[in-house]
């Protein structure tokens, strides 16, 4: 059987964990040539024997896309070492809380570079090759797919330069999409409710009590249901874009 992504290849940021751990096998099990790229290269090693072991193709491309040459050189990496690029998943990010008054403008620093100009380093870098790919490329359609989150609809305490950056995703992915869509380059932007990963670890006890406090008893997503959505997106038909897509909880208000 023909599966629908067969061909094509796709780079996914943040694929050490969670959703883009989920996303990279998700398109593997679709038929894509999939470039990991993260920071912690032994999680990248274990997910490409992971792919390989199901008969998928994974390259491993350790990086820190919160420069735009090091963004620029995973994106040369992956089509050096898998021959195109057809699909981009933004999913690389950083979620830092806490009150605005006293914060730790380094915080503030790292959430911008990687929420946003790492996303934009990435997509810079990409586009061509996704111009490209929709050309002559086995389906003559190219994918761009920005992970952004509730956050990027509505604003909440606590949460404000976090808030500002994936506002800013949206933003971007918007006026991405209008100017690549007459090139047959699809631009989503795919926003996430609350996500059972690590994310909310990288903050403080308080602050973890305090979002598990204002979200009740809840049952969360899983990583798997946003790569669900991600391949949702990237496997319809040429015709057909998804330009935004929220996702969260049943219960989450």
Not at 178 to 204: F, I
Request: hydrophobic share 45%.
């Amino acid at each position: 059987m023909t599966r629908r992504l067969d061909g094509t290849v796709a780079l996914v940021t943040g694929a050490s964990s969670g959703i883009g751990h989920a996303t990279a096998l998700e398109l593997a099990r679709e038929g894509a040539s999939v470039a990991l790229v993260g920071r912690r290269e032994d999680r990248l090693t274990g997910l490409a024997a992971e792919i390989s072991e199901a008969g998928g193709e994974a390259l491993v491309v350790p990086a820190d896309i919160t420069t735009a040459q090091a963004a620029a050189e995973a994106v040369e990496r992956t089509v050096e070492g898998l021959g195109r690029l057809d699909i981009l998943v933004n999913n690389a990010g950083l979620m830092l809380l806490g009150p605005t008054p006293g914060a730790d403008l380094n915080e503030w620093q790292r959430m911008v570079d990687i929420n946003l100009m790492g996303l934009m380093y990435t997509s810079h870098a990409a586009i061509p090759h996704l111009v490209k790919a929709a050309a002559d490329g086995p389906r003559r359609v190219a994918d761009l797919v920005n992970i952004s989150s509730l956050n990027g609809r509505n604003a909440y305490p606590m949460m404000a330069v976090y808030t500002a950056t994936k506002f800013g995703v949206g933003g971007f992915s918007e006026a991405l999409r209008q100017e690549l869509a007459g090139q047959h380059v699809r631009v989503s932007v795919v926003e996430p409710g609350s996500v059972d990963t690590e994310l909310r670890g990288h903050n403080s006890e308080v602050v973890q009590q305090l979002l598990n406090a204002g979200l009740g008893d809840i049952e969360r997503l899983q990583s798997q249901d946003i790569a669900d959505a991600i391949g949702f997106i990237a496997t319809r038909p040429r015709h057909v874009a998804v330009g935004e897509l929220l996702v969260r909880p049943t219960q989450q208000a």
